[in-house]
């Protein structure tokens, strides 16, 4: 089964490579935008076939290595 | 002055270590490398010095994985019955990572690998690390990293202040306090509550003799013998 990890800042972290990423886009004329917060996307088989499991093993995952929960929020998704 | 058993840690990655080796070496102390796959300290270790570089190429977030290095268990024992650690650069990293230290190291605010002298302002002296040192002094050390923005909420941050948990500030060569990579009041280094568990962003170790640049590096390195 395939599952997806996002890491992000929190929310009132300041993110300097979003702030730098929204920068450039308004430098391009791209002045729709109000925000851009860059995150990491983490990518994993799994050979554990029950969700249930499966997201309990992920939040651990998340909570000890993936994600420092100091700074990052995270979320999980499973592929069907 | 006491001559010291010091145990500076290596992981695949580490490059300050001989630098580290040296500096303590110079100040008339023993020093022993301990690999990371090592599940014990040295027996006789009065002091663990975790040195600079880029364990793990800094992959997932710069020490997030050189944390969990056996050698890290004992280090985490060593300082939980009072044993003095030193985190330096990287090692500061690892030691937040470890959470043997409150708060986290984030991407500097300009991005940028920022690798030059900095000067720097003593703010809590009275602690095993910086003894020989006076708070308000100003000190010029190199500092080099990509990842030194140190970030704790305002109430865990004020409650470092008024523990004498902030160690070294930012600042400029009149002792101002000035912004370098956006960490939060301007902070260079902390320690625990306890105060036994050390972490700078700056390097003391490259900082030894007045030829290369400064000595202050020395001054800071020395309080550890005389605490």
Redesign the interface.
């Given at each position: 089964m395939k599952a997806i990890v996002n890491v992000y800042l929190k929310e009132g972290v300041l993110d300097p490579q979003g702030k730098a990423v929204h920068h450039a886009l308004g430098s391009l004329g791209f002045d729709n935008v109000e925000d851009v917060r860059i995150g990491k996307q983490i990518v994993l088989e799994l050979k554990e076939n029950d969700k249930t499991k499966a997201m309990e093993e992920l939040k651990q995952m998340a909570e000890t290595l993936l994600a420092n929960t100091v700074i990052e929020d995270y979320d999980i998704e499973i592929a069907e | 002055m006491k001559t010291l058993n010091v145990s500076i840690l290596q992981f695949p990655g580490t490059n300050c270590d001989l630098d580290t080796v040296y500096a303590f070496k110079r100040l008339g102390h023993e020093t022993t490398l301990v690999w990371h796959k090592e599940e014990k300290l040295p027996e006789k270790t009065d002091l663990v010095v975790v040195p600079g570089g880029f364990s793990y190429g800094d992959y997932?977030?710069s020490g997030?994985?050189a944390r969990?290095s056996p050698v890290m268990k004992a280090v985490q024992a060593y300082a939980g019955e009072g044993g003095k650690v030193l985190g330096i650069c990287n090692g500061f990293q690892i030691l937040?990572?470890a959470h043997l230290l409150p708060?986290?190291l984030?991407?500097?605010?300009?991005?940028h690998f920022i690798s030059r002298y900095q000067h720097l302002k003593v703010v809590s002296a009275d602690n095993a690390f910086l003894n020989r040192c006076s708070p308000g002094e100003v000190l010029h050390i190199p500092i080099a990293h990509a990842d030194g923005?140190y970030?704790?909420d305002d109430e865990q941050l004020d409650d470092m202040e008024k523990n004498g948990q902030i160690l070294l500030r930012y600042c400029d060569e009149a002792g101002e306090p000035m912004v370098v990579n956006?960490s939060v009041r301007q902070i260079a280094g902390i320690c625990n509550r306890e105060k036994n568990v050390f972490g700078l962003m700056p390097h003391p170790e490259r900082a030894m003799e007045s030829i290369l640049g400064s000595e202050d590096g020395q001054r800071m390195l020395e309080g550890f013998s005389h605490a």
């Open positions: - | 997932l977030r997030s994985i969990f937040t990572e708060g986290a984030k991407r500097n605010n300009n991005l923005n970030f704790i956006g």
